[in-house]
């Protein structure tokens, strides 16, 4: 059963704690919008999709406490420009991921429009809001798995020689359960092709500075009991080059897709995309629709967020021998103190190094003339 990072019903929401994890399943409950930005801040909920469904449903969850405590106003105006402000707050919390504007601009226009319907209520705009929300975290998954068998076929396709029915894949970060609302963009690949018997064996990275791949990834791995093993950020260059390996691609996720392909994803992306073209071997980033801006037409216009220095000089575990449930984490600086310390969340990915984009429509790859045409994909 693959791992629920996000749970929610009947105005109800709480999600896994992944500053603890690996060592402590918490769940914690979120209530307001402020709850929600505080977890996204701290990256107690990260990845693109994720931070999208956990910020609408937290202010979902805020409008069934309001209804239910009859605290909110009866006048639709006034609930419009509650939820819209309250929108524009959540989307201040991490500004390179598109996916929580994206799913906000979209939010705003379901607001705008029920409060301008004659005879609009308050508990009306409440209403549409909650309906889009959760209806927003139903399609995730479901074009999480689409991702996952579009890109799937494609490996099998593209990256394995012929009369090779196994596949090896490389991925970084973490895109799994713990960065959708289920299921995962890379990582739902690897767990289609594994789902297919199709996998032969899957490596994530460390991903420093922050562990999403040793402490996430590798989590959901073990968790689903997929072939894997981890290797650190520098190995990867080694990893390509061992033939008894035989990486047939690298699979990414997203944060952001600017117009042209150009790709904001986890510090350490673009080091594989070199890597991977170098070595022969397919690079592809899996990203829903929703993680693709047109607005944005190339990667030199993306706002890359920097970290706190911390994340760099110190790291937080167990210690050696620990076996106690509550998890007592201690925290250890493992870098010179006094040391400058430059830390982006994100670095970008040229277009010209990614083989192809899979999203739930299909996997996109460049036409003749070397270019991506994503604008194709929101035509009906």
Request: net charge negative.
């Amino acid at each position: 059963m693959t791992l629920q990072a996000i749970k929610y019903r009947g105005g109800v929401l709480a999600i896994l704690d992944q500053l603890q994890l690996p060592y402590v399943e918490q769940y914690i409950d979120i209530k307001t919008s402020e709850q929600a930005w505080h977890a996204i801040k701290t990256m107690q909920v990260r990845g693109a999709p994720a931070i999208a469904i956990v910020a609408a449903l937290a202010l979902a969850s805020e409008l069934h406490l309001l209804i239910s405590n009859e605290g909110l106003s009866s006048d639709a105006d006034e609930v419009r420009v509650f939820i819209i402000e309250k929108l524009q707050y959540l989307v201040s919390s991490r500004p390179t991921a598109v996916n929580l504007g994206d799913a906000a601009r979209k939010l705003e226009l379901v607001v705008s429009q029920s409060a301008s319907q004659a005879g609009a209520t308050g508990h009306g705009v409440a209403a549409s809001f909650i309906k889009a929300s959760e209806a927003m975290l139903v399609k995730d998954v479901q074009d999480n798995k689409q991702i996952g068998e579009n890109g799937a076929r494609w490996i099998m396709l593209n990256a394995v020689v012929p009369g090779q029915s196994e596949a090896t894949v490389l991925t970084h970060c973490n895109t799994g359960s713990l960065a959708t609302s289920g299921y995962g963009t890379a990582l739902g690949v690897i767990r289609s092709l594994a789902s297919m018997n199709s996998l032969r064996h899957a490596y994530c990275t460390e991903t420093r500075p922050y562990n999403q791949g040793s402490r996430l990834t590798a989590f959901e791995l073990v968790h689903d009991c997929i072939p894997s093993t981890l290797i650190t950020d520098s190995m990867s260059a080694a990893l390509l080059a061992n033939s008894k390996a035989g990486v047939n691609a690298i699979v990414v996720g997203a944060d952001r897709v600017a117009a042209n392909g150009d790709t904001a994803n986890k510090i350490g992306t673009y080091g594989l995309a070199v890597l991977a073209r170098y070595h022969g071997v397919k690079f592809l980033v899996a990203a829903p629709l929703t993680t693709i801006d047109l607005s944005t037409k190339s990667g030199n216009d993306i706002v890359i967020e920097e970290r706190p220095a911390d994340e760099v000089t110190k790291i937080k575990g167990p210690c050696e021998g620990d076996t106690s449930k509550g998890g007592n984490l201690e925290t250890v600086r493992i870098a010179a103190e006094g040391i400058n310390v430059w830390n982006p969340a994100f670095d970008i990915t040229p277009a010209t190094l990614i083989d192809g984009i899979i999203t739930e429509k299909g996997v996109m790859e460049k036409t003749a003339d070397g270019q991506f045409h994503l604008e194709g994909l929101f035509e009906d």
